[in-house]
């Protein structure tokens, strides 16, 4: 599968955006799929998943309750609703889908990942 990530951008402190994952295949709706974030200098950290059913979602302490994973299977596309930016949430933003074999299994490891999309810039000025 092929991912590409859009929907960054430059927003002020408190400000939204909505960050898309499109994914090229029939395959979609077969995968875990995750929402990771880089910040210069940092190594990259888990922010978001969620289960092919969408049913099951994680996210990390930094944006629970903040941001929103979703998807919608019939348009082959993830979305990340982010809301209350903050600078610390500027980073370069990665898509990421998981073939694990399990149903309820959802990983937040970058590792368990197998497709990478290429990544939105992000930039929450204060």
């Known amino acids: 599968v092929q991912l590409q990530a859009f929907g960054g951008g430059l927003v002020q402190t408190g400000g939204s955006l909505r960050l898309s994952c499109a994914a090229s295949?029939?395959?979609?709706?077969?995968?875990?799929m995750g929402w990771f974030r880089q910040a210069p200098g940092k190594e990259r950290e888990f922010v978001a998943a969620?289960?092919?059913?969408?049913?099951?979602?994680y996210y990390s302490d930094s944006v629970k309750g903040r941001f929103t994973i979703s998807r919608d299977n019939a348009k082959n596309t993830m979305y990340l609703q982010m809301n209350s930016l903050k600078p610390e949430d500027t980073a370069v933003y990665y898509c990421?889908?998981?073939?694990?074999?399990?149903?309820?299994?959802?990983?937040?490891?970058?590792?368990?990942?197998?497709?990478w999309g290429q990544g939105t810039e992000v930039t929450v000025s204060s």
């Open positions: 295949g029939r395959t979609f709706s077969r995968y875990h």
């Open positions: 969620i289960s092919w059913s969408g049913i099951i979602t």
């Open positions: 990421a889908a998981d073939m694990s074999p399990s149903m309820f299994e959802v990983r937040r490891g970058a590792h368990d990942y197998d497709y």
